[in-house]
């Protein structure tokens, strides 16, 4: 988030705005908590992982009556526009200060990359890398120890993660919520790579589907372990959610904040900025929250021609 905080800076500045950020989100406006930036504050951000204005829930804003306080701070500190960083919630937040007057614009924020209206959101690519990285190192032990490793990643409602870093990864199985994972399937692919192939596997689970612990005792069955090959277990965790920023995310990232303050000035409100075919566009709240972005068909047909088990369509 640092790269787009950034951008919708110094995109500001050359428009002689001044800005200011809210800490811990929406709490941060309840709270009057914030601070003029300026280029100052700036130097030395574009490479660091996570926010600078760090990140909250706000009970409050599940309450009408929180949000209506939100609106008076901001015009009583003389707020003309927000911008907003974040997911599903963080925008539907936004949505509701749109409602009630606000001039308001958002970035897609999150690694799941579930929000509709984008092919892609801010951190997306840093996360996925972040995995491929670990899972390479990972691969090592499970050669050299002849062994399944069963990998927990996040995706709490969509595979996304899970599913396209197998495909950059070679792992052989995918665990994702959109499809029932076939436990008989995945013990024989598994026995026969212990023994008539390459000894070892990767299995990358979506933390969405159930845990590590729980995946693993519903794959052994009655106890008896596929083809007595040993398991591990990890748990990818919070580092996936941290790091320095890749390229192509301080890119998207640069360009969506420099994109929404553009479409402020020019009087629009109420929208998030996309990407869609490599082109940035507007997209209406009402064409976002509640809504997820499925996996898309041809990700699923490459997988599967990839030879990498994903289950089966869930009814």
Not at 55 to 77: D, M, T
Not at 81 to 92: E, F, H, P, T, Y
Not at 136 to 159: N, P
């Amino acid at each position: 988030m640092n790269p787009a905080i950034r951008a919708v800076c110094k995109a500001a500045f050359r428009q002689n705005m001044r800005v200011f950020g809210f800490y811990n989100g929406f709490q941060g406006i309840i709270d009057e908590d914030f601070i003029e930036l300026d280029s100052r504050s700036l130097s030395g951000i574009l490479e660091q992982g996570g926010t600078m204005l760090q990140s909250s829930r706000c009970k409050a804003f599940y309450e009408e009556e929180g949000r209506r306080q939100a609106v008076r701070i901001l015009r009583e500190n003389r707020i003309d526009a927000l911008v907003v960083i974040g997911g599903d919630g963080s925008l539907k937040g936004a949505h509701e200060l749109h409602k009630l007057g606000v001039r308001i614009a958002g970035i897609p924020g999150t690694i799941d990359n579930d929000i509709a209206g984008t092919e892609i959101g801010v951190g997306v690519d840093t996360a996925a890398n972040t995995i491929v990285q670990m899972v390479d190192r990972i691969k090592d032990t499970a050669r050299s120890h002849r062994r399944c490793f069963l990998v927990e990643v996040m995706g709490r409602g969509s595979g996304y993660l899970a599913l396209m870093t197998a495909v950059s990864t070679g792992a052989e199985v995918a665990v994702i919520p959109e499809f029932a994972p076939n436990y008989e399937r995945i013990r024989k692919i598994l026995s026969y790579r212990y023994r008539d192939a390459f000894d070892n596997s990767i299995i990358l689970l979506a933390e969405g589907v159930c845990s590590a612990d729980e995946f693993e005792k519903r794959l052994l069955g009655d106890g008896a372990h596929p083809v007595d090959q040993e398991m591990r277990k990890t748990v990818l965790g919070h580092v996936q959610r941290g790091g320095s920023p890749t390229f192509q995310d301080r890119l998207l990232a640069s360009r969506m904040g420099e994109f929404v303050v553009l479409a402020l000035v020019s009087g629009e409100s109420g929208v998030m900025a996309g990407m869609k075919k490599s082109r940035l566009t507007l997209v209406p709240f009402e064409e976002v929250v509640g809504r997820h972005n499925p996996i898309p068909s041809d990700l699923i047909r490459l997988a599967r021609h990839l030879g990498i088990e994903i289950g089966d369509p869930r009814e």
